[in-house]
């Protein structure tokens, strides 16, 4: 491969790369990947890797103007011939490094883009617990807020950081979530759940708030309901956790945002 072909793959890849991150930030997809906190750091990046394939695109083709300017006839045969032996030269070029750094972009088109759901909870398991402090912050999240306005997440913290649960008997919730049917609840009892991100979906985490409702059967694992109803105090794996009567089991879209980010 000539050296200019090898450049021009360069700048190629950069290029993909930046549109790459500028589509998901558009469509909202890139949520499905980072916590949203880091959305302005990718637009820079973005941004910065177009800047980067344009400022090396316009180095190549003055590089390549030069060489064949008229004006510099005198030396044209010199420039020509050198940059002639350049393009048909032999050294080797890390072509692997090429294709890594392409690699994001080729699984990005080959792979269709698609939020962790139920299916993933087999690997990762469900937590009964969330920390008031999401990672690489100093903010704690409040607790502090009417019933109807927490969702799955603020429920467990809640729980998890009240001295008594049983206060919360009887308040109204109205959660969205989707459908995980766990071996360790009852017939008629599912979770309602949710997915949290920190950083990316490597370190995401499962958690879910028990649903008692009569047709639990009838709901199809990683379907998303909304369910609204009263809280009770249940337990897994000797914590206490929240758990819904639910009043009704609402079929709804997923969410924009199927992440919660602590």
Known sequence: MSTRTYRALQILILAALGAFLLQKIWSGTLYWYINQRFAFLTLLASLGLLA??????????????????????????????????????????????????????????????????SAAIANRGVNTSASLVASGSTKAATLDMSPEDRNVLDWVRAFNFSSDPQTFVGQSADVIGFVYHDKRLGETQFLAGRFTVNCCVADAMAIGVVTEW??????????????????????????????????????VPPPELPYLFP
């Open 214 to 251: 009569a047709d639990s059967k009838t709901l199809a694992d990683n379907s998303w309901v909304r369910v609204r109803g009263t809280i009770k105090v249940a337990e897994v794996d000797g914590k206490p956790i929240p758990l819904i009567v639910a009043e009704s089991v609402e079929a």
């Open 52 to 117: 980067m394939a344009q400022i090396s695109f316009n180095a190549l083709r003055q590089k390549r103007e030069a060489g064949l300017s008229p004006k510099q006839a005198p030396e044209h045969d010199h420039i020509h011939d050198h940059s002639h032996d350049q393009d048909h030269s032999h050294e080797r070029l890390p072509i692997w490094g090429l294709v890594i750094v392409a690699l994001p972009v080729l699984l990005g088109l080959i792979v269709p883009a698609k939020p962790l759901g």
